[in-house]
């Protein structure tokens, strides 16, 4: 049962696909050319929410997918249950027999910056067996790179020193979505996450802090059957509910706040008593229940200051709702007094203000703005659902069958997809930054260091400029050959890691908020010319009547 | 392997919830009232996509969720690791021991027509039981919910009579957010999917035609090795390809379409050719390849005249590019040209026309108002991202601990809870038209049935009508109890029916697209006056300073 959702078996079967994708297998194998050696790649066209790079995830789920890649009893019996009954029995032998160790897969690094029109992964095998990958590979890679994208620009927005904390679970799409979403948003530059079975499958840091009903669920002190905490100075019981209120009354008294003792809620002081009493090491309050200012931040500050006398120390408070910016910044007034108040309360002043409601990457630029004081951010729904953009557009595509290049022509210039089999290229400049990236004919010479080379837009003709790469990086491995996994897998912290490499060797423009740069996709002046021949060879001359 | 996708054991560990959960439910076990009853309820505020409805689903895989609940060794040890190294060891052994026997849940049928402020399950049990319930409950019912009410809505859209496929798998939230949207899409009012799991799985019918990649691969009449197809009327062999090929002389040669032979593909004959021989009775064309009316359309008409002749018949053709519209009618127009041409052909009039390409709710209006002539529309995208609102924002709320009430307060009127465990009802009017939902005290007696009663708006005084029911209908059922689930578990089918009946007893003004009319979510006079004085009890009082 739960061994369901262990991240051994996490993989899907290869029945999660497009029915489309069975029945043109049958259409090749009736033909006759389901054999023929093929080539596919997959891409995207367009950089998601409205940027000019993308974060590739999804790769090592798709390697993990093409491991274990085999029909079963129960699903074959299923696939003849859907196609006609003419279908021919040979057929299903054939599906029943296949696996994926007549494929050479090729793949940029899992966590690199990519760019549009670029291949992140090349297939190469025979034509029905590729073309059965193209479904779930989508799926794998897709919103596994679209939210790693989306955390990558949460990173960029909240800057280096902030928390980010993953929150997004209730609002994902069902168990795996969820899970999806806290590896790649942990990837894509997110500190922790909320989900524990995330945490347990990926080794991601885990954090929480309380939610409003457990701080409602105490109406008064009488709520509070065990109200003792033990010294950690001297070992002492002590009724840690009492020394909090009495201390509530000493700040109450001491303060300039403008509060009175009744103001403040009981049960609230109860609820965080509680709380401490359970954590007294690493106590978070959520303090928005009853009013931040006139309750909650005076409660956690009573609270923090008797767990301090007992020797423990508060970690912080977390705001919900209101204007984060203003109230952040009351609370940090508030840290402060405490932490003026004696030497050895200094660290008062810098007690975590963590802030989550609805926070998306323009509520943190706002944020930024106003010279907010938060520390830690807490984000769910916008995060996980990607709600600026909820899909990445990848395409799997056909562009070579028995040697001969394949182009999928369209009216619209941009889905014109690239013909070929093609090398992929990223070239830096003397300082380190990524020039740009170019596609070759798959027999071309790669780029030289210190050698200038013309690298044209691959449709707008007079967009060409030379480069002198000061270094050139093949950015496709071999990473499937002879049924193994034959590149190095790397851990999910590597490819985080990664993430931060490749972010920062990428020029400032090309990642603002605000019309950003495009980065250069090229291809040298012989891919060019063949493209442009083939697309004029392939095209249909129109007929104006 | 493939066994973690079986229907068995898709339900998620508990451990698939937020940390929080867990370090409220130590803080509740520290203060020794983890064991005080409570009730939760789960709700949502708003209904999704400017609607005024929203459909209930995902209440089956909660029940599941429960049925399974229990913390694995490893999910204990995993726990152990990220609680501070002071929990006692105890609790651990309290959670080891936790199941959900001692819960009594309550829900709404799940498939039913829902509103805001209802509660759709309500938990009753001990408090620290109920609470971690809560993040895996909200994963399962806000994805599903939101997904069928966006199928419902493009089904509303689309009328009665047209085909609604869904082909999202690619751009789900990962496998099983692609598996969760397939099975909640049929349930809102679709008729297929292309994802086979999903078939497998929840018995729904799957659809597919094929990829532009298929097309392309064929380059010419050489591309295919096989070109034979037995005739269904005399068993003989005959050579299928060049039957079309002289067939699409013969069309193009009485046709007055302006095309020339050369114009047309000879590629995409060969394709649709080996597509034919393959599924001679049930063929499907993707025709937007190249061109759609100067080769597509023309290359499906020769192929299917020649199954024709052979004693087989088409399904019909997709359309993936291109004004939608005009290529419909055009298309039509053809189909009747050739329908026209002999009795045995009138069938040819009514060939399937299926669009596909970013179609959205607004799209199929458009095209309504443009009178198409498409039969089937194949949605992917906007249908499972949502992409107008990617999250249903249920949250679940303690009302009720040991008896006493209790209330979320909020700046916010919209984010105030009812206070109190409460009863739900339906109220039809005399023609058997759903007129509103009313809540009562738990304590109250039911509505009668031609008995006026006042219902009230909750929170706005003077919006108050009588209603004089012709029916009542009691919306919470019982459904776990004794550590069983005690209701019907309605089939994905019946589930399916229920969302039709629920939406065909709801005015039509509530479901229209522009500005629909507020279902109202009325509460008793009883209620009414209740909610009020318990939340100017609870709601401090500001200080003017």
Redesign the interface.
């Known amino acids: 049962?739960?061994?369901?959702?262990?991240s051994e078996?996490?993989?899907?079967?290869p029945?999660?696909?497009?029915?489309?994708?069975?029945?043109?297998c049958?259409?090749?194998?009736?033909?006759?050319?389901h054999d023929?050696p093929?080539c596919?790649e997959l891409f995207f066209r367009k950089n998601p929410f409205h940027g000019e790079f993308t974060i590739f995830g999804g790769l090592d789920d798709c390697l993990e997918f093409v491991q274990?890649f085999?029909y079963?009893e129960?699903?074959i019996e299923?696939?003849r249950s859907?196609f006609?009954p003419?279908t021919e029995e040979k057929f299903f032998e054939y599906l029943s027999s296949l696996n994926c160790d007549s494929l050479k897969i090729y793949a940029i690094k899992e966590g690199t910056v990519v760019f549009p029109k670029v291949p992140l992964i090349a297939v190469e095998g025979p034509?029905a067996l590729c073309?059965l990958l193209?479904?779930?590979f989508?799926?794998?890679i897709?919103?596994?790179s679209l939210?790693a994208t989306n955390a990558a620009r949460f990173r960029l927005a909240a800057g280096k020193n902030a928390e980010l904390l993953e929150?997004g679970?209730?609002?994902?799409?069902?168990?795996?979505?969820?899970?999806?979403?806290s590896k790649y948003c942990y990837m894509g530059g997110f500190d922790a996450t909320?989900?524990?079975?995330a945490?347990?499958l990926y080794n991601i840091p885990?954090?929480?802090?309380?939610?409003?009903?457990?701080i409602?669920?105490?109406?008064s002190a009488a709520?509070?059957?065990?109200r003792e905490l033990q010294s950690k100075k001297n070992g002492e019981m002590v009724n840690f509910f009492e020394l909090c209120k009495d201390k509530l009354k000493v700040v109450v008294d001491s303060s300039n706040w403008?509060?009175?003792l009744q103001?403040i809620?009981e049960g609230e002081l109860a609820?965080f008593c509680?709380?401490a009493?359970?954590?007294?090491?690493?106590f978070l309050a959520l303090i928005d229940?009853?009013?931040v200012l006139?309750?909650g931040v005076i409660n956690f500050i009573a609270v923090s200051l008797v767990l301090h006398d007992l020797g423990y120390r508060s970690l912080g408070c977390r705001i919900d709702?209101?204007d984060l910016s203003y109230l952040s910044k009351e609370i940090r007034v508030r840290f402060k007094q405490i932490a003026a108040m004696s030497s050895d309360l200094e660290w008062f002043a810098l007690t975590k203000i963590i802030a989550s409601n609805d926070i998306n990457e323009e509520t943190i630029m706002s944020l930024n703005d106003q010279q907010h004081e938060i520390n830690s951010f807490g984000v769910g729904?916008h995060l996980?659902?990607?709600?600026k953009q909820?899909?990445l557009?990848?395409v799997?595509?056909?562009v070579a069958?028995s040697g001969?290049p394949?182009?999928?022509?369209?009216?619209?210039v941009v889905k014109i997809t690239i013909p070929g089999r093609k090398k992929c290229y990223r070239l830096y400049s003397q300082n380190g930054r990524c020039l740009l990236d170019l596609l070759t004919l798959d027999d071309e010479k790669p780029p030289g260091i210190n050698n200038p080379i013309l690298c044209r837009h691959p449709f707008e003709e007079s967009k060409r400029a030379y480069a002198n790469p000061g270094r050139v990086e093949s950015l496709h491995d071999l990473v499937w050959s002879d049924g193994k996994i034959v590149c190095e897998r790397p851990t999910l912290h590597e490819m985080k890691e990664r993430v931060t490499q490749t972010l920062n060797e990428l020029r400032g423009d090309h990642k603002r908020y605000l019309n950003p740069t495009p980065y250069k996709v090229s291809v040298t002046e012989k891919l060019y010319h063949f493209l442009h021949e083939f697309w004029l060879q392939n095209a249909?001359?129109?007929?104006l009547?």
Chains 1, 2 share one sequence.
């Open positions: 049962m739960a061994a369901s959702f262990s078996n996490m993989s899907p079967p029945l999660l696909t497009d029915f489309y994708q069975l029945t043109m049958y259409g090749y194998w009736k033909a006759g050319n023929q093929a596919f274990r085999k079963s129960t699903d299923f696939l859907v006609p003419s034509l073309q193209e479904t779930t989508l799926n794998l897709n919103f596994s939210v929150f679970l209730r609002r994902a799409q069902g168990p795996n979505g969820g899970l999806t979403a909320s989900n524990l079975l945490g347990k885990v954090k929480g802090t309380q939610a409003h009903s457990f409602c669920s105490f109406s709520d509070m059957k065990k403008g509060v009175s103001e809620s609820a509680a709380y009493i359970a954590f007294p090491d690493t229940t009853y009013d006139r309750s709702s209101g729904t996980v659902t990607c709600q909820p899909a557009g990848c799997y595509k056909l069958v001969q394949k182009i999928k022509l369209s009216q619209e249909p001359i129109g007929q009547d």
